[in-house]
């Protein structure tokens, strides 16, 4: 089974540039989440979706980031106008119905210069 | 929030030793992971361990619900141990959404 599988590894952006995420969950999962780790905060929650659904968004930034789970397809973080404090590694996890043991991502790791 | 403290913070070892750490949390939890960073940022699921004991080969997780406390024990050590282990929970009210610690720097020497 293909694990969790998250492209771009690494993506360097300008400041005011667009970074697009991509997150594939495990084979069988619906849930996926992303996660933040920033060098000063540790890993932190950013969102929770089902497909076609954000279930929880509680730890998005109010402005420039947004996320989906199309019905087809990858899960997307996207980042709008980029500043060098988005500069950090963002992993995207899944779990299956009925459990939740999530399962991590290699991660992209994010440089704004 | 629910509360993760992980002890210690950093810990060298030579190969061969063994290793105990530590994960606090200060509510109840439904899910409590232990994941290893390795040098290159990947996080490696280790344990999925609410409750109980489990082993996989050189390394065992026991949680203790009651006293609100997991342990991860590494024995016989080897150099690519090295690493970040971060302790995670669900914060209470989410089964979902994991507070993680800010982890264990394991440095282990040749």
């Known amino acids: 089974n293909a694990g969790v599988m998250q492209n771009p590894r690494h993506l360097v952006r300008r400041r005011g540039q667009e970074a697009r995420l991509r997150c594939s969950p495990m084979k069988g999962h619906s849930h996926v989440y992303w996660y933040r780790q920033l060098p000063e905060e540790g890993l932190k929650f950013m969102v929770y979706l089902q497909k076609e659904n954000i279930i929880d968004e509680s730890g998005m930034p109010k402005e420039r980031f947004s996320a989906e789970f199309p019905k087809e397809g990858p899960s997307i973080l996207r980042i709008q106008q980029v500043v060098r404090g988005d500069s950090a590694a963002y992993f995207c996890?899944?779990?299956?119905?009925?459990?939740?043991?999530?399962?991590f991502g290699q991660g992209t790791r994010l440089t704004v210069v | 929030g629910i509360q993760v403290e992980q002890s210690p913070p950093d810990l060298i070892l030579q190969e061969g030793a063994n290793s105990t750490l530590r994960c606090n949390f200060s509510d109840s939890v439904n899910n409590l992971q232990w994941f290893h960073q390795n040098p290159w940022g990947q996080l490696i699921n280790l344990f999925y361990?609410?409750?109980g004991t489990k082993q996989n080969g050189r390394l065992s997780a026991t949680t203790v619900a009651t006293e609100r406390y997991s342990l991860l024990y590494i024995s016989s050590s080897q150099t690519t141990d090295s690493g970040v282990y971060f302790c995670?929970?669900?914060?209470?009210?989410?089964?979902?959404?994991?507070?993680f610690g800010k982890g264990t720097l394991l440095t282990v020497n040749p």
């Open positions: 995670a929970v669900d914060s209470g009210g989410s089964n979902y959404k994991l507070t």
């Open positions: 996890a899944s779990s299956g119905t009925g459990n939740t043991e999530a399962f």
């Open positions: 361990i609410p409750s």
